[in-house]
Structures are given as C-alpha cells and as structure tokens.
C-alpha cells in the first residue's frame, strides 16, 4: 500500500511565500513523478506543476517564474515552492504520484494525496 501525503498550505497574504511538500510513502520500488494539482471553489482541477524522473519540470503558464517544483529522491518527497502568490492562486493544491510498487514491477500506478488549502488574502 502507498500513502501520498501533502502538506504545507494555510494562509498568506498577496506577495508572499508558501512551500508544499508532498511526501509518497509505502511499498515503493520507485517514484517515477509527481503533478501538483489544484482546485478552486465552482472549477476544475488544473495541473499546476509536474516533474518526472529524467524530464524537465512542466509549469501551466500562470504559474511560470513564480512557482518551482523540486525533488528528494532520498525522501520520495516533492516540494512546491510558491513565491508572489496571488489571491487566484487561492485553491486546494493536490498532490498526485506515479509509483511503481514491489507488488507489479512492470506497472505505474496513481496516487492522490488529501489535498491542502491555500489561502491567499488581497
């Protein structure tokens, strides 16, 4: 069984920081990437940030030059760090993780995380 775990979120004012950690934890052979998702009230979930193994991060636009995404394949841990936050950037952000598992060494599986909520005041 694999747990995906964030945390990190709360609440901030317009401009400043936040930095999520999303932690994979369980029987993991490998932890081949990770997606930052999130979700605003009344919206769809939108992929804000993933990193693969050997692959550059991805970034969807709005968050590009303010968000970095970053990894600690000793800790099966991913962190996103939000800097000049915005009040739109106001969601819970989820955490999703392809893994492969002792279980079925030949099979990627899917992850989701609880979700935490970021709050950013104007």
């Known amino acids: 069984q694999v747990q995906v775990v964030e945390s990190g979120g709360g609440l901030v004012q317009a401009g400043g920081s936040l930095r999520l950690s999303c932690t994979a934890s369980?029987?993991?052979?490998?932890?081949?990437?990770i997606g930052w998702y999130r979700q605003a009230p009344g919206k769809q979930r939108e992929l804000v940030a993933s990193?693969?193994?050997?692959?550059?991060?991805n970034y969807v636009d709005s968050v590009k030059g303010r968000f970095t995404i970053s990894r600690d394949n000793a800790k099966n841990t991913v962190y996103l760090q939000m800097n000049n936050l915005k009040p739109e950037d106001t969601a819970v952000y989820y955490c999703?993780?392809?893994?492969?598992?002792?279980?079925?060494?030949?099979?990627?599986?899917?992850?989701w995380g609880q979700g935490t909520q970021v709050t950013v005041s104007s």
């Open positions: 999703n993780a392809l893994v492969v598992e002792a279980r079925a060494t030949f099979t990627e599986f899917s992850y």
């Open positions: 990193i693969r193994s050997s692959a550059s991060p």
């Open positions: 369980g029987s993991i052979i490998s932890l081949n990437g």
